[in-house]
């Protein structure tokens, strides 16, 4: 079983800048890659990035680029999303996943993060 526990979150005026933490622990050694999604009040759930965790190449959403980057410290079995020229679009619970070895599928999930941006 894998754990995880996002941190970070708060309230933030537009353009300013939070970075989440998303700590993994348990059976961490078979992550494949770990993930950023969010969701906002009446929405689905949305991708946000991905990296994996052996060579560290990412994938960002079209929404979030050039504004948001992720990364991992693998010794920390922690991954990192730093997101910077926040809008209010941004708001919502912001959730961290990770894809075990052998899986296609975000399999564990922490509880969530609020993120709030204010205009």
């Known amino acids: 079983q894998v754990q995880l526990v996002e941190s970070g979150g708060g309230l933030v005026q537009a353009g300013g800048s939070l970075r989440l933490s998303c700590a993994a622990s348990?059976?961490?050694?078979?992550?494949?890659?770990m993930g950023w999604f969010r969701q906002a009040p009446g929405k689905e759930r949305e991708f946000v990035a991905r990296?994996?965790?052996?060579?560290?190449?990412?994938s960002l959403a079209d929404s979030v680029k050039g504004r948001f980057t992720i990364s991992r410290d693998n010794a920390k079995n922690t991954v990192y999303l730093q997101m910077n020229s926040l809008k209010p679009e941004d708001t919502a619970v912001y959730y961290c996943?990770?894809?075990?070895?052998?899986?296609?599928?975000?399999?564990?999930w922490g509880q969530g993060t609020q993120v709030t941006v204010s205009s």
């Open positions: 996943g990770l894809v075990p070895w052998g899986s296609r599928s975000y399999d564990y």
């Open positions: 348990g059976r961490t050694l078979s992550t494949n890659a």
């Open positions: 990296i994996s965790w052996s060579a560290g190449s990412t």
